[in-house]
């Protein structure tokens, strides 16, 4: 079992930066693959960014055009969203999520989740 907490988010203008952490506690020895997820209201939970294991691979979803970077700090458990560049459509709780072994963009595929954080970017 691995518990997720989210935390980060918040009201900002256009423009703004913000980073996104997310802590493990759990089961945090084991191989986990990380990802990040949205979902604005009314919208089906869309892909954000993914990365592996060791940090060697990372992946986006296709609005993220380099405004976003996933990284994350192993001996921490943390898990890491840098968000530049923020636009109003970025509007959405931002949620944080882990699967054994191997990164994927599909939100089916992960088995642990956290609670999410509200992120809102005013025009």
């Known amino acids: 079992q691995v518990q997720l907490v989210e935390s980060g988010g918040g009201l900002v203008q256009a423009g703004a930066s913000l980073r996104l952490s997310c802590a493990a506690s759990?089961?945090?020895?084991?191989?986990?693959?990380m990802g990040w997820f949205r979902q604005a209201p009314g919208k089906e939970r869309e892909f954000v960014a993914s990365?592996?294991?060791?940090?060697?691979?990372?992946s986006y979803g296709d609005f993220v055009k380099g405004r976003f970077t996933i990284s994350r700090d192993n001996a921490k458990n943390t898990l890491y969203l840098q968000m530049n560049s923020l636009k109003p459509e970025d509007t959405a709780v931002y949620y944080c999520?882990?699967?054994?072994?191997?990164?994927?963009?599909?939100?089916?595929?992960?088995?642990?989740w956290g609670q999410g954080t509200q992120v809102t970017v005013s025009s």
């Open positions: 999520a882990a699967r054994l072994f191997f990164p994927s963009d599909d939100w089916s595929r992960y088995d642990y």
């Open positions: 990365i592996a294991w060791r940090g060697s691979t990372t």
């Open positions: 759990g089961r945090t020895s084991t191989n986990y693959a």
